[in-house]
T-cell receptor, first 113, second 111 residues
Framework: GAVVSQHPSRVICKSGTSVKIECRSL??????MFWYRQFPKKSLMLMAT?????????EQGVEKDKFLINHASLTLSTLTVTSAHPEDSSFYIC?????????FGSGTRLTVV | DAKTTQPPSMDCAEGRAANLPCNHS???????VYWYRQIHSQGPQYIIH???NNETNEMASLIITEDRKSSTLILPHATLRDTAVYYC????????????FGKGITLSVRP
């Protein structure tokens, strides 16, 4: 079945540094990928839609200069959290669309200290 | 986008059927109903989806009412590993349209 690989699964970084999260579609091509954020005991909140070869579309209230998205190939999208702060600590999840359904990565737990 | 309403939680005994309800009264004719579940600290897992007919796969059955305003996900023989948050989502038309998650229903399967 379709697999989306997300890396790293966990990362701890210092305040003010940047962190890059990768999302790969392993056995299919994805022109569109989605990035979500999930705070403890809350639902997934869509942050942005990543489009291969073009700019990402951000949801209202999401800072595009803080959450940089690059979708340079049909199998890879990256989310960079720039100048991270403790309030950016969260569970980040990506998703892509194979022939059916939406497949999600296993998530990245980001802790900013 | 059509919204969904689910009870916040429910439980069932291991080995029994779990019937998870969902209301989507504003669903449009070309919108699908999707079900996902999320086990703690993992990404959501696809379960099943349907348009108007009932659907069944190796994981579950999906029963959609004739007016399409509600649906029920059925796990025929719940196990402890089925304990998770289950999300009922109405997917807008379009191949790559975005999925909007509600609060979901927390299913607890007890021994």
């Amino acid at each position: 079945g379709a697999v989306v690989s997300q890396h790293p699964s966990r990362v701890i970084c210092k305040s003010g540094t940047s962190v890059k999260i990768e999302c790969r579609s392993l056995d299919f091509q994805a022109t569109t990928m989605f990035w979500y954020r999930q705070f403890p005991k809350k639902s997934l909140m869509l942050m942005a839609t990543s489009n291969e070869g073009s700019k990402a579309t951000y949801e209202q209230g999401v800072e595009k200069d803080k959450f940089l998205i690059n979708h340079a190939s049909l199998t890879l999208s990256t989310l960079t959290v720039t100048s991270a702060h403790p309030e950016d600590s969260s569970f980040y999840i990506c998703s892509a669309v194979p022939n059916y359904g939406y497949t999600f990565g296993s998530g990245t737990r980001l802790t900013v200290v | 986008d059509a919204k969904t309403t689910q009870p916040p939680s429910m439980d069932c005994a291991e080995g029994r059927a779990a019937n998870l309800p969902c209301n989507h009264s504003t669903i449009s004719g070309n919108e699908y109903v999707y079900w996902y579940r999320q086990i703690h600290s993992q990404g959501p897992q696809y379960i099943i989806h349907g348009l108007k007919n009932n659907e069944t796969n190796e994981m579950a059955s999906l029963i959609i009412t004739e007016d399409r305003k509600s649906s029920t996900l059925i796990l025929p023989h719940a196990t402890l590993r089925d304990t998770a948050v289950y999300y009922c989502i109405v997917k807008p038309s379009g191949a790559n349209s975005k999925l909007t998650f509600g609060k979901g229903i927390t299913l607890s399967v007890r021994p």
